[in-house]
């Protein structure tokens, strides 16, 4: 049974920052590339950032220079520290995992490359 859980969530001043945690279970964490998408309302889930088996990672043009994803396998946890927050952050933001997916920074994540999906976390970007 493979479980994601998000947690960290909530409301922070445009300019802060915020860390997201997934804490994962049912799975050998270092088998699979751990990624972050988001959904705000009336728009389509995007993905937001990726870390592969080995540490390369992937992040949206949108996101580039103000979050940071990392994992630690050994406690089953993947993270995204996002700073600089802006109003265009706030979304529902999902962790995901990916077999076989390798996250370069030049190729966009898509949905169908992620089978194990968490319930969500809202982050609300406001002042």
């Known amino acids: 049974q493979v479980q994601l859980v998000e947690s960290g969530g909530g409301l922070v001043q445009p300019g802060g920052s915020l860390r997201l945690s997934c804490a994962i279970s049912?799975?050998?964490?270092?088998?699979?590339?751990a990624g972050w998408f988001r959904q705000a309302p009336g728009k389509e889930r995007e993905g937001v950032s990726c870390v592969s088996r080995d540490g390369s990672t992937h992040y949206a043009s949108s996101v580039k220079g103000r979050f940071t994803i990392s994992r630690d396998d050994a406690k089953k946890t993947a993270y995204l520290e996002m700073t600089k927050l802006k109003s265009e952050d706030t979304a529902v933001y999902y962790c995901a995992l990916a077999e076989m997916l390798f996250c370069e920074d030049a190729s966009p994540m898509s949905r169908g490359d992620f089978g194990f999906w968490g319930q969500g976390t809202q982050v609300t970007v406001s002042s």
């Open positions: 049912g799975v050998t964490l270092d088998q699979y590339a």
